[in-house]
């Protein structure tokens, strides 16, 4: 058994910087005091470039579910006609939810490993004029596909339909422009890209999200956004926040803006393309075409295993390396590669030499990827 850590490489939660462990240590204080008052705004204020928005950033104490539960709760009415695409896990999720809340769901399913066509919720969206939202996934870690939500926003512009996006595996790690992007409202949260443990959702609406928001009748206590907004202006939240979390999220914060947005993104696309390199090296089939490959998370579906999870059960003991396994239909068919928050290529460096080792194929995945790494420093440099 490896005695050492297991290095997490799964599409969340993320590896904590010690910086952000250090400040979610701070001593507990007043969630209604002044010290608080101060910080809260700040941080959220501090969110808004990431997700791209002029708007109101609101933390919910929870998961990213619970994000998404607030998403839903806040603009669907029972009977409400809401249209979910589904290619994967998340996009299941959304279905759960709004099922639970009595909305009239109208699936629209695509493969999954699959990229949503733009143009088929368009001509859905023409179709049926009654849809009062769409509740699509930026990201589906599940399968390792990003959606190309800009074009999503413009397939739904001029249709009444709010378009809610679930950017928990995206925002931070690959650009978000809510504002420019047309996007109602926007949730993630903070175990991934973000770098922050588990415990915080992080939400954004659009001045028409805001609106219908208030005429909704979905029954909501905890996850009224009116009364989270109501509180921001005092520098508060309505309920007990996680404080440990925003000491920590403005650690990571203070990482993010130290390397500047465009640089973290292009940190996560190099890591992207040197995991794709080294897999392909390695002769394992890649789930997830070039075009839409998430900048987040690789999934690899090898051919002929008797299991996928035992191979990964293999890794982890023997190399502390953990690797995430599918869901859904894909469950011991793939595994599943992070590369998200607090990772560089070096941490990819050595997830692929494990993989070697365990496929005793010495020398092919870390070549393939350090080669990947030296194209993009000598582009630095200019040469």
């Known amino acids: 058994m490896n005695p050492y850590k297991t290095e ?3 599409p969340g939660p993320v590896p904590v910087p010690p910086a952000v462990l250090q400040a979610a240590s701070h001593p507990m204080i007043n969630h209604r005091g002044r010290e608080f008052k101060d910080m809260y705004p700040r941080a959220m204020k501090r969110l808004q470039p990431i997700f791209g928005t002029q708007q109101p950033i609101y933390a919910v104490t929870g998961s990213g579910t619970a994000g998404m539960e607030a998403a839903a709760v806040n603009i669907v009415s029972p009977g409400d006609k809401v249209l979910v695409p589904v290619g994967g896990v998340f996009g299941l999720r959304w279905k759960s939810i709004l099922d639970a809340y009595g909305a009239d769901v109208q699936l629209l399913e695509y493969g999954w490993g699959e990229a949503l066509d733009p143009d088929t919720v368009r001509s859905v969206l023409q179709a049926n004029p009654d849809i009062k939202a769409v509740f699509t996934t930026h990201n589906e870690s599940s ?5 190309d939500i800009q074009a999503l926003g413009q397939a739904a512009a001029g249709h009444q339909a709010l378009l809610v996006v679930d950017a928990v595996s995206s925002l ?33 609406f659009s001045p028409a999200a805001m609106d219908r928001s208030q005429s909704v009748a979905s029954s909501r206590f905890y996850f009224n956004i009116n009364r989270y907004d109501e509180m921001l202006a005092k520098g508060e939240t309505p309920f007990t ?9 403005e650690a990571a914060l203070d990482m993010i803006e130290g390397e500047g947005l465009e640089r973290v993104y292009a940190r996560h696309r190099l890591m992207q393309t040197m995991v794709r390199a080294g897999v392909r090296a390695l002769d394992l089939p890649l789930l997830v075409d070039e075009e ?12 002929g295993w008797d299991s996928v999870d035992s191979f990964r059960a293999r890794v982890r003991v023997s ?29 990819m460096v050595s997830c692929l030499a494990a993989l070697e080792v365990a496929l005793d194929r010495p020398g092919t995945a870390v070549a393939a990827a350090e080669n990947v790494w030296k194209q993009s420093l000598l582009a630095l440099e200019g040469r």
């Open 172 to 204: 931070g790690g690959t650009p978000t422009e809510m504002d420019a992007w047309g996007l109602d409202v926007v949730c993630t949260a903070s175990q991934k890209c973000l770098m922050v443990p588990p415990g915080l959702a992080f939400l954004a």
């Open 241 to 249: 926040p996680n404080i440990s979390l925003i000491y920590g999220l």
């Open 292 to 303: 839409c490959a998430s900048p987040t998370t690789t999934a690899v579906k090898p051919e």
């Open 319 to 347: 190399m502390g390396i953990e690797l995430a396994g599918g869901q859904g239909p894909f469950a011991d068919r793939i595994f599943r590669i992070g590369h998200m928050g607090y990772a560089g290529p070096l941490d």
């Open 8 to 10: 997490l490489r799964i």
């Open 143 to 147: 399968t390792g596909v990003l959606n």
